[in-house]
């Protein structure tokens, strides 16, 4: 059963915000490539330098949701199907239909899979990328607006209301292991992990992007 106990969530420790990025609509997917964070906003993928700040690609492609990357390609949810696309042109290598259609909300990359969270639907999904079959899904309660692996750890982004939380999840169960409460206006729109000690969280309508530091106790 996936509850979570009443004892209230200690704030995310934010690092370092970026943007808004001229010109963008929002933040609505975030990935990492191991060099650059990709940021999805709207109408062109942004290839961010996490040191500076500075944007150094962009890529048009219609990219409304959350974005993944494989070790080789990208792959982003727009129009309500995922999309593979290779980086270095754009192009758009594969597309298959995304689960709960214009409802998929975050995407990230593990184990083979791709793993899509379902806004409304409160679920994360684990999709074969080859099919878009869906293999597994772990139910949440609260709408899940972002999804990610780091170490062997799920975890995914909520939203409820006003509060935005990052939790890590049991994920077999979905039981919630761990929260971080985001500040007061810091909504979450996309998350992915650098594989090490910093959660990137996409800022909706902000346009910002938001460092969070990855707890110890969760590493």
Sequence with gaps: MNTTTEKPAPTAE??????????????????YDGRHVWAATGEQLL????????????????????????????????????????????????????????????????????????????????????TGAIQRTIASNRFVTGVTWVDGELWHATREGDESELRRVEPRSGEVLERLRMPAGAFVSGLESDGADLLYCGGGGSGKLRAVRKPKSAR
Aim: glycine residues 16%.
């Design 14 to 31: 934010v690092v370092r915000e970026y943007g808004p990025f001229g010109g963008s609509k929002g933040v609505a997917g975030v990935s």
């Design 47 to 130: 290839a961010i330098e996490p040191g500076t700040g500075e944007v150094v690609r962009t890529l048009p492609h219609a990219c409304d949701a959350g974005t993944a990357f494989d070790g080789k390609h990208l792959w982003q949810i727009a129009g309500g199907r995922i999309e593979k696309i290779d980086p270095a042109t754009g192009a758009t290598l594969a597309s298959i239909p995304a689960p709960a259609a214009d409802g998929a909300s975050g995407l990230t990359w593990a184990e083979g899979s791709l793993w899509v969270g379902n806004y409304r639907g409160r679920q994360i999904h684990q999709v074969d990328p080859e």
